[in-house]
């Protein structure tokens, strides 16, 4: 075994013991840019097993010579690529598995239009349909293992999706880069911007109801006046509070069953809507040229205007070339489009109509004495609800399991973990899907003898260069926090964070790569951006002056708060 993996595996403060010996000497990597907290036993077997198992027949129908394992270490998700060959003959098999991509490629948006969309739509429909709460024990535990079938046909979804998805886009950077080898690692994901998504759509309907807000000096008032956390009850105490509040509800109905971390543990805007209302409050003090929707036409024409600039460039190169940039440049589009659109529709309604259907299961369970409380449904093994479910109404209590579970969860979060674990690869074959999903995840930045103590690096994502104060965020229930031209500091962001970049004048996180939500949105709002720090959040403090350097990757750290 390697000094590598001897010192990690021993670390007193997270010692790792394998269940399988083997997997002492694979390469885990941290998933940091999805799973950067501790993540619970029914998330873990529920949610991201599922979610591997189901990419692993999917590869496997496809071809590729390689799977994709998940571990649960002391709270954290881990995971390892391993192919089912040696290195050298990978290369071999992987080229019938491109030529099948690359045919998914040139059909993105029929496959996304035609096939991908309607079936997820018809598995949220069948949510939608059956009453939680009328429904029997026996009723609820049929509900759940068809909602554990249909969770792994959305991840099956998932996983032929993502893998010709971030290719377009790979593919397009490296070809842009081949015609114009002097350009910025930035602009040709430049020409992947502008475009409207359902998370738009979900903002420009809340910048409606903040214009409705303002007509009336009452609701105006409760949202400027009120805390986030009392609005709701505010709006309900008047008949014209009333009638907002009804269109508010239809927002959330909606829009609402997203999050800024997808995991069935945690609630979602249509139980909390908390973060809306800020969202809410902030806009109502905005005035009319903030509209999104002037926003999202900048962006577009700011991406119309780069794209005649390319075409100028493009015409000294033949015909040929020219008609395969305009082919790859189309698919990369549609390749950006599906990759934010499919956070709502897969990794935030299907995860929500999962966890509403839990949240019912752990009430039963709470009032049948089998836990303390409702959350403690998620400290709980799927195969242990599903055995807890037949067995009702007779119930074993679980309270000891969950109280050890919880404290392990606590005791590890306090913990700052190994970014890798076991014994790094000698050689990697010349797979295109790894380099890709690097561009999305990123790696992060080795540390640097020579960087002085006032700099941390990362990767540069957007370009430009500001000064300004630092607001260390870790979720987006501190977004009231933020002030118009602050930095954002925080681990990674998802699209429900989309609103807060009108408000930042630059965004630093700690994982992430190029095609990242954070770089993405960054780039078209035009702010410096620099991901996969690994160390922003715990280096950086609330308050702080800093200065982004989006071109060269460098945060310099001015004053201290």
């Given amino acids: 075994m390697s000094e590598l993996n001897n010192k990690q595996s021993n670390n007193n403060n997270f010692p790792v013991e394998w269940k399988n010996p083997r997997d002492a000497d694979n390469f885990w990597v941290m ?21 591997f198992d ?45 030529e099948k991509m690359d045919q998914v490629i040139r059909d993105l948006d029929k496959f996304w239009e035609n096939d991908w969309l309607p079936k997820l739509k018809d598995h949220i429909a069948f949510w939608n349909n059956f009453d939680l709460k009328k429904a029997s024990e026996q009723k609820l535990l049929e509900h759940l293992i068809e909602t554990v079938e249909r969770l792994e046909d959305s991840q099956k979804i998932h996983a032929r999706l993502l893998t010709p998805v971030m290719l377009s886009m790979y593919y397009f950077n490296q070809m842009y880069h081949d015609l114009f080898p002097d350009s910025d690692r930035t602009e040709a994901y430049e020409l992947l911007t502008g475009f409207e998504t359902e998370f738009t759509k979900s903002d420009q309907q809340i910048w409606i109801l903040s214009r409705q807000a303002i007509q009336s000096v009452e609701i105006k008032k409760i949202l400027i006046d009120t805390d986030s956390a009392n609005v709701f009850n505010r709006l309900s105490e008047s008949s014209e509070g009333k009638i907002f509040l009804n269109d508010l509800n ?11 971390n997808s995991v069935l543990s945690k609630p979602f805007f249509i139980e909390d809507p908390e973060p809306v209302i800020k969202t809410l409050q902030h806009y109502v003090n905005q005035p009319e ?10 962006a577009i024409e700011q991406s119309e205007k780069r794209e005649a600039e390319i075409r100028k460039k493009l015409s000294r190169y033949p015909n040929p070339i020219v008609k395969k940039f305009e082919s790859t440049l189309k698919a990369a589009r549609t390749g950006s489009m599906i990759m934010t659109n499919h956070t709502h529709w897969l990794d935030n309604q299907t995860t929500c109509e999962a ?21 403690d449904v998620f400290y709980l093994r799927l195969e242990e609800l599903q055995k807890i479910l037949k067995q009702f109404p007779e119930v074993t209590i679980h309270s000891k399991t969950i109280d050890e579970r919880r404290n392990m969860e606590n005791r590890f979060a306090k913990i700052q973990p190994p970014p890798f674990l076991g014994i790094p690869p000698t050689q990697f074959p010349n797979d295109p899907i790894l380099f890709a999903f690097m561009e999305v995840t990123g790696t992060p930045e080795p540390p640097s003898p ?28 501190e977004a009231n926090k933020l002030n118009p031209g602050d930095i954002l500091i925080t681990d990674f962001t998802l699209p429900p964070w989309t609103t807060l970049f009108a408000r930042i004048s630059a965004v630093v996180t700690n994982s992430g790569g190029m095609l990242s939500h954070s770089a993405i949105v960054a780039r078209e709002f035009r702010i410096p951006a620099i991901v996969g720090t690994g160390i922003a959040t715990s280096v950086i403090k609330d308050g702080q002056t800093i200065e982004v350097d989006g ?10 708060s």
């Fill in 289 to 298: 040229h903030e509209d999104p929707s002037i926003q999202l036409k900048k």
């Fill in 31 to 51: 998933d940091l840019s999805h799973y950067p907290k501790p993540i619970t036993p029914l998330d873990y077997s529920f949610l991201v097993t599922k979610m």
């Fill in 551 to 560: 071109d060269n990757g460098v945060v310099n750290i001015i004053e201290t």
């Fill in 450 to 477: 020579d960087l002085p103590k006032n700099q941390i690096k990362g990767k540069p994502a957007s370009s430009g260069k500001v000064r300004g104060i630092a607001r260390v965020i870790h979720d987006l229930s």
């Fill in 54 to 98: 189901a990419t692993a027949k999917v590869q496997e129908e496809e071809g590729y010579p390689g799977r994709v394992y998940c571990r649960h270490i002391n709270t954290y998700l881990y995971i390892s690529s391993i192919y089912k060959c040696e290195i050298d003959q990978a290369e071999a098999l992987l080229k019938p598995y491109y």
């Fill in 355 to 375: 966890r509403l259907v839990i949240l019912e299961i752990g009430h039963r369970l709470a009032k049948a004495g089998a836990i303390k409380e409702r959350d």
């Fill in 250 to 260: 239809k927002y959330l109905q909606e829009y609402g069953k997203q999050t800024d």
